[in-house]
């Protein structure tokens, strides 16, 4: 199995700029999770789906963020425009239906200058 | 709001020792428990869950268990250099509604 997989793995942007992150979640999963850590505010769920839908998006911090699951296969998390507190590294994790466990992807680094 | 407290250390114990890792958490109705390790620069990974009252061992690692007083730990015995890392503690329910702690970074000295 290839694990969850993210993409980019590092961003480096410009204040004001679009940024999308992108995630692969593990075949058969159906729940997903974008979390973003910070040294300041550890690790935060920003929002989570299951079977595609939006459960909870209250650690959305503000509306220059949204996310998509168009498909069981793929997820985005978009930052719209990017701002340096934005710097970040974001995590994208995906577990099974009544699963305990939530298999974290490798994380993309974004730094916004 | 649901917090998830743990002392951010960072923890030092000798090699062979045992490390004791704290975390208290303000909901009471949380159902489930998780011990992830995340070493510097990678992704946090699951060491342990745990769901009722008392203590799970796995391999060197026991995770308790307290709701009463909304408090659970992990121990590591006999702790290897490769042990050092950041261990968080998550607080949810079955799953879903993850709340993590800070972090504690343990060190462990050869």
């Known amino acids: 199995d290839a694990g969850v997989i993210q993409s980019p793995r590092h961003e480096v942007t410009e204040m004001g700029q679009e940024v999308t992150l992108r995630c692969k979640p593990i075949?058969?999963?159906?729940?997903l999770f974008w979390y973003r850590q910070t040294m300041m505010r550890g690790l935060e769920l920003l929002i989570y789906?299951?079977?595609?839908?939006?459960?909870?998006d209250s650690g959305m911090p503000e509306d220059r963020f949204s996310a998509k699951m168009p498909n069981a296969s793929f997820s985005t998390l978009k930052i719209q425009p990017s701002e340096p507190r934005d710097s970040a590294v974001y995590f994208c994790?995906?577990?099974?239906?009544?699963?305990?466990?939530?298999?974290f992807g490798p994380g993309t680094r974004l730094l916004v200058l | 709001q649901k917090e998830v407290e743990q002392n951010s250390g960072p923890l030092s114990v000798p090699e062979g020792a045992i490390a004791s890792l704290n975390c208290t958490y303000s909901?009471?109705?949380?159902?489930?428990f998780f011990w992830y390790r995340q070493y510097s620069g990678k992704s946090p990974e699951l060491i342990m869950f745990?769901?009722?009252?008392g203590d799970k061992e796995d391999g060197r690692f026991t995770a308790q268990l307290n709701k009463a007083s909304q408090y659970v730990s992990l121990l590591i015995r006999d702790s290897q250099p490769s042990d050092s890392a950041t261990y968080l503690c998550?607080?949810?329910?079955?799953?879903?509604?993850?709340?993590f702690g800070p972090g504690t970074r343990l060190s462990v000295l050869p």
């Open positions: 994790a995906s577990n099974q239906a009544g699963g305990e466990t939530q298999y």
């Open positions: 075949s058969g999963h159906n729940s």
């Open positions: 789906f299951n079977n595609n839908v939006p459960i909870d």
């Open positions: 909901d009471r109705g949380s159902q489930s």
């Open positions: 745990i769901y009722s009252n």
């Open positions: 998550a607080v949810g329910n079955y799953g879903q509604n993850f709340v």
